[in-house]
Nanobody, 121 residues
Framework: QVQLVESGGGLVQPGGSLRLSCVASGSIFRIYAMGWYRQAPGKQRELVAVITSGGRTNYVDTVKGRFTISRDNAKNTVYLQMNSLKPEDTRVYYC???????????????WGQGTQVTVSS
């Protein structure tokens, strides 16, 4: 089993920045991909950014040029640098990982508990 713990959320003014972190721990054989999702009340959870095991990244159009996803494989950590934040970025942000807990196991998807990001003056 893999546990994901997010941190870095909080209250920030429009135009400000936040850096989210997500640390994976537990039984980890390999993490194939990690990403960030977000969800607002009454709306479906959406993919914000993902980084694959090969280092490829992808972003939802609304955050391109403002958000940057990165990783540190040695620390099993993924980051989301969020710049030029807008009120519409106000969501609960969830860390996601696709991982194997053993060499003979199967890939599973894991989720963090979520961290609140609020953009308001």
């Amino acid at each position: 089993q893999v546990q994901l713990v997010e941190s870095g959320g909080g209250l920030v003014q429009p135009g400000g920045s936040l850096r989210l972190s997500c640390v994976a721990s537990g039984s980890i054989f390999r993490i194939y991909a990690m990403g960030w999702y977000r969800q607002a009340p009454g709306k479906q959870r959406e993919l914000v950014a993902v980084i694959t095991s090969g280092g490829r990244t992808n972003y939802v159009d609304t955050v391109k040029g403002r958000f940057t996803i990165s990783r540190d494989n040695a620390k099993n950590t993924v980051y989301l640098q969020m710049n030029s934040l807008k009120p519409e970025d106000t969501r609960v942000y969830y860390c996601n990982a696709e991982a194997k807990s053993s060499g003979w196991g199967t890939r599973n998807t894991y989720w963090g508990q979520g961290t609140q990001v609020t953009v308001s003056s």
